[in-house]
């Protein structure tokens, strides 16, 4: 079975930091991958998806990066974090296809003090 | 005009109640998703809808194709079905979610 690990869970930084966030997923080959982002009690966006190795697209203007390294990893990293990058980070999977149905992984509580 | 509108937005319920969260969409899909996001953040896909009706333990969605329009109902509702329920029609690769409903539901 699929299974899909982010980590860490929480995160406390300072501004102006890097940042490096990893998600994995097992049991499956070539899958899409997503990160998202929640503010506090603001719904889901969508900040970054990948088809495949090396193929990363930008949903939004941000302070924000994505690399896909290797087929079941995602990494989302910025060089100087912002009070605005506070969040919750879900990273999800789907394995494409018409109907797309996506997974999503525990997620990383990112406070940016 | 939002492109997925849900409501109502905030529900607080009775145990045992019959719980009724509907969406609406303006867009093209090839499916549409609910979610349960529990409190502690953690998401949860609970239907996938292309057409009809689907029905897990004490949840139920349908979906409406000419309409645009789906419904998730929960029968005998329970305070652990205490969470945010989302609408989430879909293309080929990504999600439009709506704005969420939070529903309590009270011992």
């Known amino acids: 079975s699929q299974t899909i690990h982010q980590w860490p869970a929480t995160l406390v930084q300072p501004v102006g930091s890097p940042l490096s966030l990893e998600c994995t997923v097992e049991?499956?080959?070539?899958?899409?991958l997503y990160w998202y982002r929640q503010a506090a009690g603001r719904g889901l966006q969508l900040l970054f998806y990948s088809v495949g190795i090396g193929q990363i697209s930008s949903e939004v203007p941000q302070n924000l990066s994505a690399s896909r390294p290797q087929d079941r990893q995602f990494i989302l990293s910025s060089k100087k974090l912002l009070l605005s990058d506070s969040g919750f980070y879900l990273c999800?999977?789907?394995?494409?296809?018409?109907?797309?149905?996506?997974?999503f992984g525990p997620g990383t509580r990112l406070t940016v003090l | 005009k939002n492109e997925v509108e849900q409501s109502p937005q905030n529900l607080t319920a009775q145990e045992g109640e019959f719980i009724t969260i509907n969406c609406s969409y303006s867009v093209g899909i090839s499916a549409l998703h609910w979610l349960q996001q529990h409190p502690g953040g953690g998401i949860v896909s609970l239907f996938m809808?292309?057409?009809g009706k689907k029905k897990h333990g004490r949840l139920i969605a349908t979906i409406n194709i000419q309409e645009k329009h789906s419904s998730l109902h929960i029968t005998a509702s329970h305070p652990r079905d205490s969470a945010v329920y989302i609408c989430a029609p879909s293309g080929t690769y990504k999600y439009i979610f709506g704005t969420g409903t939070r529903l309590k539901v009270l011992a």
């Open positions: 999800a999977w789907s394995v494409g296809g018409a109907y797309n149905e996506q997974f």
């Open positions: 809808l292309s057409s």
């Open positions: 049991g499956t080959s070539n899958p899409n």
